[in-house]
């Protein structure tokens, strides 16, 4: 698929998902780098993916939608995912996906207050299931 193809399934989700689900409000999470060249990296996992194409997909998403910028925090000097917060180069471990949630959760608090009390509910009863860890917006 062409990042302009994945770029648009991720909005048409978005949009469905909030045009069904009344009082809904989707945020879009930027996909997490890659760490492509390492002992650890299994290989398997890499045969499409690449930093370059994940920084494209999350910059041209940011042209069109707000997207919760996780990735930033998670890259080493060199824009891979920094060697602590992976177990094979693409899934985090559980102090990267400490660092995932809390920018979640930081940006969904500040969402909030710019929001409605309409979605107030639905933010302080939010949870973030990944790989096992679980984490409370609020």
Request: overall charge negative; proline content about 1%; charged content about 30%.
């Amino acid at each position: 698929s062409s990042i302009n193809d994945i770029v648009k399934r991720i909005i048409d989700i978005k949009h469905t998902l909030e045009r069904e689900v009344e009082g809904l409000r989707a945020y879009v999470v930027s996909i997490t780098p890659v760490l492509r060249d390492h002992i650890i990296t299994n290989k398997a996992y890499m045969q499409t993916r690449t930093n370059e194409m994940i920084n494209s997909i999350n910059n041209e998403l940011k042209n069109f939608i707000e997207v919760i910028d996780v990735s930033n925090e998670l890259k080493d000097e060199f824009g891979n995912l920094k060697l602590e917060y992976t177990t094979d180069g693409l899934h985090l471990t559980n102090q990267g996906y400490q660092v995932y949630s809390r920018i979640i959760s930081e940006s969904v608090k500040e969402l909030k207050f710019k929001g409605d009390k309409k979605n107030e509910e639905w933010v302080c009863n939010c949870y973030w299931f990944n790989n096992g860890f679980t984490t409370k917006c609020c």
